[in-house]
């Protein structure tokens, strides 16, 4: 390997990637651009860990389950002592599901492509508020996000609007048009959804909507419900034709006739081929990649792409890894909690499943850098500018999680430092990781060195 | 000196002596000249609700007409067990302690206030109401130029500094630890390992100095909660080398749907977490405001599920030992449709930002240039706010 292309190898696994592991410097350095582009297919999770239909059974269990409780504690005039319904149902289920994901992003060889299912993920963000959100949200990624990855954005855009978890969490369920034959008798409209298509998933603040053609948007999409437990169908998404609003409606100055549940469906695609959305979610991603600041010539040329494709998310990707600015010698992005952890798990990996007590230590340790899974509390997810994880209180938390990871690892820092960055590390690191007081302790100053920290 | 040198013999104490020395690099003075901060400096504290706390739910005229029309829902399961605050206001019934501020007169319910922005977007209201500046400045929020402007110290209670603290003067940030901390000689090496770096070594320095502060807070139980994170804030101000002003966040306001219950527990919440500032502030919170303020209010009318959408004025509260409380202030815009705003929202008829100019004139005594540094493009509000008293013990100190 030249020394040039060893540098962009090292750019292309850790700005890109999440970390080296094993031999993927190596890897990446026979054609650093390729082997991003040779990524660009959607990961596939352990089908056996369940999915959105599967969640709603799981639901109907710990309802039961709860009824029997109530049952039970009403006999007993007093509460069990036994587990709670959370203790023993859905803590368990969460866990499951995170740790799968956690250890998943630390094994996969396609990390590039689980960067792009982060970015979307949290673009599309969901936060386990209730138990039956806490069930459901994990199954967004999975069977909405995932399988649309790297296809057109309208797709993908209208099979998250319908995973059951965005329309729980948004209030879509219930929302009802108000001529419609629910919605003469009880409930109404809910503008939450709509808002946040608008907003925060496709044209963006400031993308040239207004008040009206949110409340037309939620009339479209009125009756875009869930069917959580008639068994004849489908469990999951469910187009509930009484409840939605009849009539034609307009948005963005282009009237849609009411042709049910296709209605709301091309309003979407019409958004996701908007030209606000082009620049908005080009922007975004090239920030979320790149720099706070990302250049504006790669944004441009990624909206150009978007345009020209209407939407199509690998075309974009690719115009965007080989775009010169992609690749600036200066690493500006500062690691978000997850990309840290994940990194430092990478390094250290022998290619071998995580043991149980490390996967979630490491999740409670997220949680404490504010970086909670399904725990943005938000709509609008996790920051992913530099300023949201540089306080000094997340980098102390870095320091404790780095202070009890560095002890699990056999191999010498000088040896996993070489697997990340070669032997491109500055003379004051390398001084500081050889004179290490311990194996452990060399590994943790590795961890937190300015050049692990960016990427 | 003689202190610090012993000290440096001692392996333990060595990263207490260098963590101190860090601030001193960086405060000029804070180390070669101790000073003694006077014992009773008028305190702040800011309480920010995130997400748009519905004010029609915490402080209801139960006497408007027109209250009943737009939200029956809302309003039937309060309207019995509220407190009266006379003046035809209500205060939600879970918030106690409140009422019972209210009643010593150490508390300001403020009606139809608005944080400057007339937007719906939660993110840009909130920028709006951190940043206090007619064209937002996330690098600049007012409570940080106030406290420039007053040259004292702050902390907020985050993991990262949201904006309202964010700008020139140095702001540190606290929250509770789960993991062991590491070895001292880890600390040092990684001071070494920064220096090249300002930013990671002033966020390690300012880290090591808020740890050794607070070390044995991190036993509180659920220390994530609100009600914990504040009796926690409440412990750090009420000591003597304690930042003066100290910012809170509190999110779960957005409340689109069955919001009775919800916006129950958030103000139980909220409540037993003001009830804690006090009984931690101790002797300090009669010399305390805290304001409480939130991005937007939420629509007059309940929505088709059993909640509220995103609206334009809310409420603010504003408390403390060192408050001329007692009486709701603001003025009522009314509840009939042509006095909406918008014909949907509760019309805004002051800014936050004029009560909290008054607040920072009256309690931190600063000028009216340096008001209009925190605050340009807005107006005192004419009002005593804070107890005369609260002056004179700074004029004592």
Known sequence: ??????????????????????????????????????????????????????????????????????????????????????????????????????????????????????????????????????????????????????????????????????????????????NSLTGRKARGL?????????????????????????????????????????KQYQLGFEFRREAHEPGVRKVLGRNYADTGLDQGQDILRDLARHKKTAEFISYKLAQHLIADQPPQALVAAMTKTWIKTQGDIKAVVTTLVKHAQSWDAES??????????????????????????????????LTQMGHKPFGSGSPAGHSQLNR???????????????????????????????????????????????????????????????????? | ????????????????????????WHTPGALSAPVKKPKARPKLVWVILRGGMDSLQAIFP??????????????????????????????????????????????????????????????????????????????????????????GESLAIAHTLPIGLRGKQR????????????????????????????LLSERLAEGLKNRNLLGNMAKIKRKNSFASLAGSCGTILADRDGPDCAMLEMSGWDTHQNQVGHLDRQFKELDSGIARLRENLAEQWAQTVVVVTTEFGRTVAENGTGGTDHGTASAMFIAGGAVAGGRVQGRWPGLAKADLFEGRDLMPTSDTRQWVRAILSQHWNLSSTQLDYVFPAVKTMDTQLIRPISKSVKAAS
Request: glycine share 6%.
């Open chain 2, 1 to 24: 000196m003689a202190d610090i040198n012993r000290k440096k013999l001692d392996r333990r104490s060595l990263l207490k002596a260098t963590a101190g020395s860090f601030v001193a």
């Open chain 1, 190 to 230: 809910n503008e939450n959804l709509a808002r946040e298509i608008l907003e925060l998933h496709t044209l963006g603040v400031g993308g040239g909507y207004t008040l009206e053609d949110i409340r037309q948007l939620a009339m479209a999409i009125s009756g875009w419900t869930v069917n959580r437990e008639n």
């Open chain 2, 171 to 198: 702001a540190n940030t606290w929250y509770p630890d789960v993991l062991r901390p590491a070895k001292e000689d880890l600390y040092e090496r990684l001071q070494v390992l920064y220096k090249d770096d300002q």
């Open chain 1, 332 to 365: 500006k992005k500062y690691k978000t909690p997850r990309e840290f952890i994940v990194s430092a798990m990478r390094a250290i990996n022998d290619n071998k499943v995580a043991d149980q007590n490390l996967l979630k230590v490491s999740l409670r340790a």
């Open chain 2, 62 to 151: 139960h006497s408007d007409p027109h209250l009943m029309s737009h939200r029956k829902r809302l309003v039937s399961p309060l309207k019995d067990s509220a407190y009266d605050l006379g003046a035809g206001f209500s205060l939600h019934p879970a918030l106690q302690e409140l009422n019972s501020l209210y009643k010593q007169k150490q508390l300001i319910p403020v009606i139809a206030t608005e944080s400057g922005a007339k937007t719906r977007s939660h993110f840009y209201a909130q920028d709006m109401l951190e940043s206090g500046l007619p064209d937002v400045d996330i690098e600049s929020g007012w409570l940080n130029r106030a406290v420039e402007s007053y040259q």
């Open chain 1, 1 to 178: 390997m030249t020394a040039v292309k060893t540098k962009k190898a090292i750019i292309a696994v850790n700005r890109f990637g999440l970390g080296a592991t094993g031999d993927e410097l190596f890897e990446a350095g026979q054609d650093p651009e390729q082997w991003l582009l040779q990524q660009l297919v959607s990961p596939v999770f352990d089908p056996a860990l369940g999915n959105t239909e599967s969640a709603f059974i799981t639901i109907a269990e710990i309802q039961s389950l709860k009824a029997k409780r109530r049952q039970g504690d009403a006999n007993l005039k007093s509460r069990a002592k036994g587990p709670t319904v959370g203790q023993e149902i859905i803590m368990p289920y969460r866990q499951r599901f995170l740790k799968d994901s956690l250890n998943f992003s630390v094994n996969t060889k396609t990390p590039f492509a689980v960067r792009l299912l982060d970015f979307f993920s949290n673009h599309f963000s969901v936060s386990s508020l209730t138990h039956s959100l806490t069930i459901l949200s994990p199954t967004l990624e999975r069977d909405a996000i995932a399988p649309n990855l790297f296809g057109k954005f309208e797709d993908l855009l209208i099979a998250v609007e319908q995973h059951p978890a965005m329309l729980i969490y948004l209030n879509n369920e219930k929302s009802v048009g108000p």
């Open chain 1, 388 to 455: 949201d994880w540089t306080g000094s209180d997340a980098l102390m938390k870095r320091i404790d999680w780095v202070n009890f990871i560095s002890k699990r690892s056999r191999y010498s820092p000088p040896f996993i430092a070489a697997r990340i960055f070669d032997s491109q590390l500055p003379p004051l690191t390398v001084k500081l990781l050889a004179g290490a007081e311990s194996r452990a302790q060399g590994l943790a100053l590795l961890f937190l060195c300015p050049e692990f920290q960016y990427r």
